[in-house]
Protein backbone atom coordinates (compact mmCIF):
# COMPACT_ATOMS: atom_id res chain seq x y z
CA UNK A 1 0.00 0.00 0.00
CA UNK A 2 1.24 3.35 -0.61
CA UNK A 3 0.21 6.73 0.97
CA UNK A 4 0.91 10.36 -0.04
CA UNK A 5 2.56 12.48 2.27
CA UNK A 6 -0.06 15.77 2.61
CA UNK A 7 -0.34 18.88 4.10
CA UNK A 8 -2.12 18.93 7.62
CA UNK A 9 -2.33 22.91 9.05
CA UNK A 10 1.51 23.74 9.53
CA UNK A 11 2.66 20.22 9.49
CA UNK A 12 3.22 16.99 7.20
CA UNK A 13 1.64 13.60 7.65
CA UNK A 14 0.00 10.66 6.50
CA UNK A 15 -3.33 9.36 6.67
CA UNK A 16 -4.00 5.48 7.99
CA UNK A 17 -6.43 3.79 6.34
CA UNK A 18 -9.33 2.79 8.25
CA UNK A 19 -8.74 -0.80 7.90
CA UNK A 20 -5.52 0.00 9.02
CA UNK A 21 -6.51 1.53 11.91
CA UNK A 22 -9.51 -1.24 12.56
CA UNK A 23 -6.94 -3.88 12.72
CA UNK A 24 -4.79 -2.68 14.94
CA UNK A 25 -6.84 -1.20 17.13
CA UNK A 26 -5.88 2.32 17.40
CA UNK A 27 -8.17 4.84 17.91
CA UNK A 28 -7.95 8.54 17.84
CA UNK A 29 -5.57 9.68 21.06
CA UNK A 30 -4.09 6.73 20.87
CA UNK A 31 -0.61 7.65 21.30
CA UNK A 32 2.04 5.96 18.63
CA UNK A 33 5.90 4.96 18.96
CA UNK A 34 7.89 6.09 15.96
CA UNK A 35 11.28 4.48 15.53
CA UNK A 36 13.53 4.65 12.38
CA UNK A 37 15.22 1.55 11.82
CA UNK A 38 18.45 0.53 10.40
CA UNK A 39 17.61 0.13 6.96
CA UNK A 40 15.50 2.99 6.78
CA UNK A 41 12.47 1.97 7.79
CA UNK A 42 9.64 3.75 9.29
CA UNK A 43 8.19 1.39 12.05
CA UNK A 44 4.80 2.20 13.67
CA UNK A 45 3.58 0.78 17.08
CA UNK A 46 1.21 0.84 19.54
CA UNK A 47 2.83 2.54 22.86
CA UNK A 48 3.22 -0.32 25.08
CA UNK A 49 4.39 -2.45 22.45
CA UNK A 50 7.19 -4.69 23.53
CA UNK A 51 9.99 -3.76 20.98
CA UNK A 52 12.22 -6.69 20.47
CA UNK A 53 15.78 -6.56 18.15
CA UNK A 54 14.96 -9.67 16.79
CA UNK A 55 13.50 -9.68 12.79
CA UNK A 56 10.04 -11.02 14.00
CA UNK A 57 6.86 -9.69 12.96
CA UNK A 58 4.34 -8.63 15.18
CA UNK A 59 1.68 -10.81 14.31
CA UNK A 60 4.27 -14.02 14.76
CA UNK A 61 5.08 -12.22 18.55
CA UNK A 62 1.62 -12.05 19.10
CA UNK A 63 0.72 -15.79 18.22
CA UNK A 64 3.13 -17.29 20.46
CA UNK A 65 1.73 -15.34 23.41
CA UNK A 66 -1.42 -16.65 22.75
CA UNK A 67 0.08 -20.14 22.74
CA UNK A 68 2.23 -19.73 25.61
CA UNK A 69 -0.95 -18.97 27.39
CA UNK A 70 -2.91 -21.38 26.18
CA UNK A 71 -0.82 -24.49 26.71
CA UNK A 72 1.12 -23.01 29.79
CA UNK A 73 0.47 -25.97 31.91
CA UNK A 74 1.43 -28.60 29.36
CA UNK A 75 4.87 -26.48 28.24
CA UNK A 76 5.79 -26.36 32.19
CA UNK A 77 5.16 -30.31 32.75
CA UNK A 78 7.41 -30.90 29.30
CA UNK A 79 9.81 -28.57 30.93
CA UNK A 80 9.83 -30.10 33.81
CA UNK A 81 11.27 -33.90 32.45
Known amino acids: MTQTVINIGNSQGVI ?9 KIKKGDEL ?5 DDDRV ?6 F ?8 PELLMWL ?3 NKRYKN ?3 ELASK
Open 50 to 57: KKTKAKVS
Open 16 to 24: FPKEILNKL
Open 43 to 48: VFSKKG
Open 74 to 76: ALQ
Open 65 to 67: DGF
Open 33 to 37: NVDLE
